[in-house]
T-cell receptor
Framework: GEDVEQSLFLSVREGDSSVINCTYT??????LYWYKQEPGAGLQLLTY?????DMKQDQRLTVLLNKKDKHLSLRIADTQTGDSAIYFC????????????FGSGTRLSIRP | DGGITQSPKYLFRKEGQNVTLSCEQN?????MYWYRQDPGQGLRLIYY???????QKGDIAEGYSVSREKKESFPLTVTSAQKNPTAFYLC??????????????FGDGTRLSIL
């Protein structure tokens, strides 16, 4: 299976919070990233967290890192229709600093 | 504005033909990457280059070739040996300074289809 795992789909109501989860396998990972991909476009870096942090907040985005369980989450507060996209979790492994390992992406859809 | 430019946005390939996808960056990044994305799937690494005149195979290099003659350019050739080339191709670059922890920055992609 994937080294970085995410659920494929998430559907939330407009205005609610979205929580996208990710698990990774390499405890040597230094940085963990969240990217957003809109239809037909490239990946846009949303936020990232260093492995010695537990939480990072940036406006509507909150990243939580549980290093013991190798679990990363992205919370989007007050989800809007413009948040509809695919969200990728990615890890930068210390053992392979030249490459970033991506998850398969979570498609977030917003219902009215 | 600094960024990564991929061209063309759409490309069609005939049977037995080689095609080249362009990727140019003006971010002064040392490292550049090519990924393939199939519908509903994540990114798979084709080739990457950490410095000019050097590149390494990724996870799915067969049927592809690259060159890195200039820092700002990393073209990808999809050869006739790649039997299933239809996909969305993404180019990325990254600053190698400061411990190699910098995030990758992406272009807008090229969608390749078979005629």
């Amino acid at each position: 299976g994937e080294d970085v795992e995410q659920s494929l789909f998430l559907s939330v109501r407009e205005g609610d919070s979205s929580v996208i989860n990710c698990t990774y396998t390499d405890s040597s990972s230094t940085y963990l990233y969240w990217y957003k991909q809109e239809p037909g476009a490239g990946l846009q870096l949303l936020t990232y967290i260093f492995s010695n942090m537990d939480m990072k907040q940036d406006q509507r985005l909150t990243v939580l890192l549980n290093k013991k369980d190798k679990h990363l989450s992205l919370r989007i507060a007050d989800t809007q229709t413009g948040d509809s996209a695919i969200y990728f979790c990615a890890e930068n492994r210390y053992s392979s600093a030249s490459k970033i390992i991506f998850g398969s992406g979570t498609r977030l859809s917003i219902r009215p | 504005d600094g960024g990564i430019t991929q061209s063309p946005k759409y490309l069609f390939r005939k049977e037995g033909q080689n095609v080249t996808l362009s990727c140019e960056q003006n971010l002064n990044h040392d490292a550049m990457y090519w990924y393939r994305q199939d519908p509903g799937q994540g990114l798979r690494l084709i080739y990457y280059s950490q410095i000019v005149n050097d590149f390494q195979k990724g996870d799915i290099a067969e049927g592809y070739s690259v060159s890195r003659e200039k820092k700002e350019s990393f073209p990808l050739t999809v050869t006739s040996a790649q039997k299933n080339p239809t996909a969305f191709y993404l180019c990325a670059s990254r600053d190698r300074d400061r411990g190699g922890n910098q995030p990758q920055h992406f272009g807008d992609g090229t969608r390749l289809s078979i005629l």
